[in-house]
């Protein structure tokens, strides 16, 4: 079985996940920004979410395939258990053709682009993202992921759906 890792990446968090996935299998991840050309039968496919969906590098690459078992894995600034990241998940399988069969997904919370916490801070205060502790302190936890835990939990995630 042929195996293919790629991610697309804006702060390095879905790199560092995309890395250990394909560590796990013995390949080299691939960057979505450098076109690779895919011919593995299995593909684990890494997005980081952008306003709840897959950013637009990962998603283009994801309606390309056909006739692949996918894994789709990505990082977010919530919590991946939050009804929010269940929402991302289901934009990403939403993704998929149906001539594909998604394997299996794993989502983690990562580190917030510094540019994009900036903006979040000029928001007035009935913006759905405007700073309040709450929102603070979920933006504070988020930059310490992914950690090790969650690179063990993908890689425990990726190799269960290999199975």
């Not at 709450?134 to 890689?155: K, T």
């Amino acid at each position: 079985m042929a195996i293919a890792v790629v991610y697309a990446t804006m702060t390095g968090n879905t790199k560092q996940v995309a890395d250990a996935l394909a560590a796990a299998v013995g390949v080299t991840a691939q960057n979505l920004a450098d076109a690779p050309e895919v011919t593995a039968d299995t593909v684990a496919v890494g997005y980081w979410v952008d306003k709840g969906l897959p950013n637009e590098d990962a998603a283009q690459f994801l309606r390309t395939l056909h006739g692949k078992r996918v894994f789709l894995f990505g990082t977010l600034g919530a919590s991946p258990d939050s009804p929010h990241a269940a929402d991302c998940r289901k934009a990403a399988r939403e993704l998929v053709a149906a001539d594909n069969t998604v394997i299996g997904e794993f989502l983690c919370q990562g580190a917030i682009a510094p540019a994009l916490l900036a903006m979040f801070e000029k928001f007035p205060a009935d913006h759905p993202h405007a700073p309040t502790p709450e929102s603070r302190a979920r933006w504070a936890a988020a930059a310490s992921h992914p950690d090790a835990d969650d690179l063990a939990a993908a890689v425990a995630a990726w190799q269960a759906a290999l199975q």
